[in-house]
């Protein structure tokens, strides 16, 4: 069975944009939970642009609840995550200007410094991914740092599909490190700019164990809940 974690980062943005405390991501995490999900991640930015460090250690100190938690390698944040303890961590690479993770870590120019990362949380015993880009290079250095998964960066693939350019060179590719990963004994997950049309594509490789998917979930998830919102104000005001 494919697995599917939910990102939540973004109902922080959407709270953060009134600075108040609605919709709270804790109330997010459960209803993702108690609605099928199999994790909740959440991305704890250098610069905490959605999740905060409070709404961190409260999810993650949720009973029952699987917490993916990305960070950069940042050392004040690789330090806090050892102290918040999630399920799971992610390490995803981190730019101040960018909107969302633009591309994969630079595995060979930060080889060092991961390897010591990865060491301290598997001592937690909490379970190890890099978030990579589609390279067999890439995956190679993975296998050397003995990290548990890796995420592929899907955002270029997802980008082909959207805009209707070809895009099986990419998939192909995908499915060959997915294949490389696997033999190597790295789990591998996919993410980053999923909708229902990619996953459709992604979920034919059978390698990939687990999809994490939020900007597509929250944003869709708009329209579903629009109808009912409406018919309760509709009520109230009548
Ligand atoms: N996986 C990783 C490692 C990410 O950094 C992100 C974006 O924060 C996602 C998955 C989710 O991407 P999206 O919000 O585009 O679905």
Not at 149 to 157: A, N, P
Not at 165 to 174: A, C, T, V
Request: net charge positive; charged share 30%.
């Amino acid at each position: 069975m494919k697995r599917l974690g939910v990102n939540i980062d973004h109902v922080a943005t959407l709270r953060n944009a009134r600075g108040e405390y609605h919709p709270d991501p804790l109330e997010a995490a459960k209803f993702v939970k108690k609605n099928g999900a199999d994790s909740v991640t959440i991305h704890l930015r250098e610069d905490r642009r959605h999740i905060n460090d409070f709404d961190a250690k409260k999810i993650c100190s949720m009973k029952g609840l699987i917490v993916n938690l990305e960070i950069s390698t940042n050392a004040k944040i690789v330090k806090k995550a050892l102290n918040i303890k999630p399920n799971y961590v992610c390490l995803v690479p981190e730019n101040r200007k960018e909107i969302t993770t633009e591309g994969g870590l630079n595995l060979k120019k930060n080889k060092k410094i991961i390897k010591k990362i990865i060491l301290k949380f598997k001592k937690k015993r909490i379970r190890t991914c890099l978030f990579i880009n589609a390279s067999v290079k890439d995956i190679k250095i993975a296998k050397e740092l003995d990290v548990d998964c890796i995420e592929i960066h899907t955002g270029r693939l997802a980008n082909l599909v959207k805009s209707k350019k070809n895009y099986l060179r990419d998939l192909n590719n995908i499915k060959k490190c997915s294949i490389l990963a696997n033999s190597l004994g790295i789990e591998v997950h996919a993410g980053h700019g999923l909708d229902y049309k990619t996953t459709k594509l992604l979920k034919k490789i059978d390698q990939i164990k687990e999809f994490n998917i939020g900007h597509f979930i929250i944003g869709e998830s708009i329209f579903f809940g629009l109808k009912k919102l409406i018919q309760n104000f509709r009520k109230i005001i009548k």
